[in-house]
C-alpha cells in the first residue's frame, strides 16, 4: 500500500514571473482550483491520505490551502445558507488528509527537494523501507475518472500493488523537446505495459535522445531513493537530479514507463497553462457555452511579429 505522496513546490517559477512574485505557481489556478488542489486530489483518489509538502519559506500560503479554512468565513458563509461556496471553500481539505510541511532551504533542484523528505518519510509507519508517490503540481494531468481508472497516479499505485515494480509516468514528445525533459529507453516495445526502463537521460539534445518518451511529473518510487539520492553530485543546470537518482536504482529494481490515458498540460509554461485553463473552462457547465460563443466570433485579433 501507497500512503504517501511528496509534493516538491519550492521551486522558484521564474518562467511565471510577475505573476509569481508574491504568488506561489502551484496555487495558480485552473479556471478555478489552484494546481496544488488538482494534485492532492488526484492523490486522494489514488488512496494516498499523506502529503508531505517540500516548501521554500518564501511560499507560505501554499500549506495554507491545504489547512483548515478560516472559522469566521465559515461561520459567515454558513449564517448567509452559501452552501455551495462553502463545499468549495472545504473541497481543499479533505476529511483525514494529514500534512507534513518541510522546508528546502535553496531551490538546489527537484532531486534535493525529494531529499529533503527523507526524515518525514523515515518517522512514518514504514519508514525508508517504504514505497511512496512524488507528484509535480504543474504537471497538470486532465485524465478520464471512470469505474476502469481513478487517474495517473491511481493507476501507477495499482501497478505497484499488482507487480510490485515501480514507475514514471511518460508521454511522447516531439523529437526537437527532448532537452526539457528526462527520456528513458525501455527493455521492449514501448507499447507493452510490462516495459522496464533500462536508461534514462535528463535533458538529451535530440539527436542524443534515446527514445522521444518523456517523463513527466508522476513518479512511484522505492525508499532507497534517498539513499541514491545522497550520492547524486550536481548534474545539468548545477541542480540535483532525480533523474540521476532514479538511474542508480535502475539495474536494481523494476521500474517501469506508465503511458496515461488523458492530456498532460505543462502548467509551468504559460501555453501549457493556457491550454489548460481553456479545455477546462470547455467543460465547465456555466462557462462552456459562453465561452464557445466568444471564442467562434472571433474578437480577437492576432498581432503578426514585427
Ligand atoms: P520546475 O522545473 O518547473 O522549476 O520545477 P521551477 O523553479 O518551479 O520553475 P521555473 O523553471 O523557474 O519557471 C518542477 C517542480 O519541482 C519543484 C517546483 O516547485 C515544481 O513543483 N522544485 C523545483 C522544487 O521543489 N525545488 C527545486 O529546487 C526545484
Redo the contacts with the bound molecule.
Sequence with gaps: MISTVVL?????????LPATKAVP??LLPVVDKPLLQYAVEEAWRAGIRHVVL?NSRTKPTLPRHLQPADAALVADLEARGKHELLAALQSATPPGLTLTVVI?EQ????G??VLCARDALAAMPGGLEQTFAVM???DFIDAPVNERSQGCLADMVALHRDTGAWSLAVEEVPRAQTDKYGVVSLTSNPADAGARIVAMVEKPKPADAPSNLAVV?RYVLPGSIFAALADVQPGVGG?IQLTDGIVALLASHDIRAHRFAGVRYDC?SKLGYAKANIALALRDPDLAAPLAAWLQQSPITIQEAS
Design positions: 516538491p513546490v519550492a521551486g522558484l517559477g521564474t518562467r511565471f505557481k502551484e517540500v528546502q531551490a538546489l533542484g527537484l534535493h527537494a509535480l503540481p504543474d511529473g541542480e509551468g
